[in-house]
Every structure is written in C-alpha cells, then in structure tokens.
C-alpha cells in the first residue's frame, strides 16, 4: 500500500535528489529516520499511516512505534501492555493520564497482573477518584493496611471504604 505526499511532504521524506509524491511501507522500513512520531511531524495524519501500514506489530518491530506513541494509536486499539509488552516500570514512567490508560483500555486489573501491589501504586501519583476509576474497588481497600492508604490518599481506611464501591 502507499499513501499520496504533497510536495513538501514529497521532498521532506525522501529528500530534494529522490522527491517521490507516494509513500510505502518499505520507504519507512529502509529509513531509521521514518518513524511514527517524525511522520506525524511531517504532517503525515495518523489515517494515513493506518492504510500505509495498518499491522500494529509491523511498526513495533522495527522500533517505528515507541511506548510514547501508544496514546495516539487510536486507529490500531494499541495496548501498552499487550502489544508493547510494557512491564509496570515502564507504565509507572509515562506518567500518563488516567483518561489516557482507560482510552487505551487498561485498567486496575491490568497493573495488578504487572505486579502493581499498594506500596508502589504511589508512583502513579493518582487521587482515589482516579484509582476508583481505573477499578480500584473495596475489597483492594480492605486487603491494603490502614498505613499504606493512608499514605496513598491522605484519608483513613474507613473513609477509603466508605468511597468505595
């Protein structure tokens, strides 16, 4: 498959000498240069890069798509730790939203079989609220001691489980 290039796009992507108005997906395998996240610069919008190459794997492979970019994999339903195989220090480092996780559908579940327990769930820096909407429930609360919640959300384990389905 190939996608068409403006002009620009044309003599940004191969060069001034090799200007080609299309691009393939063996134009970004024989280029280390062509990544996701530099043809996303180039303007190059993320449906195009779906037609060019709409095989998840095919881009992770070859190092095209990194950990940064799964948040803007809308199009492939790209999970980190599924796809990626992130591990929890990788998922505790992208600081990323809890909106960004649950659009990316990962949850509570997903961390917990990483090896998420309560002491390190503070280096995701989330609220209760937030927790609660990953799938933090009352009976995670009930297992966890009162000194770890505490220092987790500044509150008591009853006003935890009182919080808490």
């Known amino acids: 498959m190939k996608i068409t290039l403006t002009p620009g796009q044309a003599v940004t992507v191969h060069?001034?000498?090799?200007?080609?108005?299309s691009l393939?997906?063996?134009d970004v395998l024989?280029?280390?240069t062509l990544t996701f996240k530099k043809l996303l610069e180039y303007n190059i919008r993320e449906q195009e890069l779906f037609v060019l190459q709409p095989d998840l794997t095919a881009w992770i492979k070859p190092g095209k798509?990194?950990?940064?970019?799964?948040?803007?994999l809308r199009l492939?339903?790209?999970?980190?730790?599924?796809?990626?195989?992130?591990?929890?220090?990788?998922m505790a480092r992208m600081q990323w939203s809890v909106d960004t996780l649950l659009r990316m559908?990962?949850?509570y579940q997903d961390l917990l079989e990483l090896g998420l327990i309560p002491e390190t769930m503070v280096l995701f820096n989330y609220t209760l609220a937030m927790w609660s909407s990953l799938g933090f429930k009352r009976i995670h609360?009930?297992?966890?001691?009162?000194h770890i919640l505490f220092k987790l959300f500044n509150m008591s384990k009853l006003?935890?489980?009182a919080s808490l389905k």
């Open 105 to 107: 559908d990962v949850g």
């Open 76 to 90: 492939w339903s790209g999970h980190p730790i599924r796809d990626f195989k992130a591990d929890l220090a990788d």
């Open 15 to 21: 060069g001034w000498w090799r200007a080609r108005e």
């Open 65 to 72: 798509i990194t950990l940064d970019d799964f948040p803007r």
């Open 159 to 161: 006003d935890v489980l």
């Open 141 to 146: 609360a009930e297992n966890t001691p009162n």
């Open 24 to 26: 393939t997906w063996g």
């Open 30 to 32: 024989s280029n280390e």
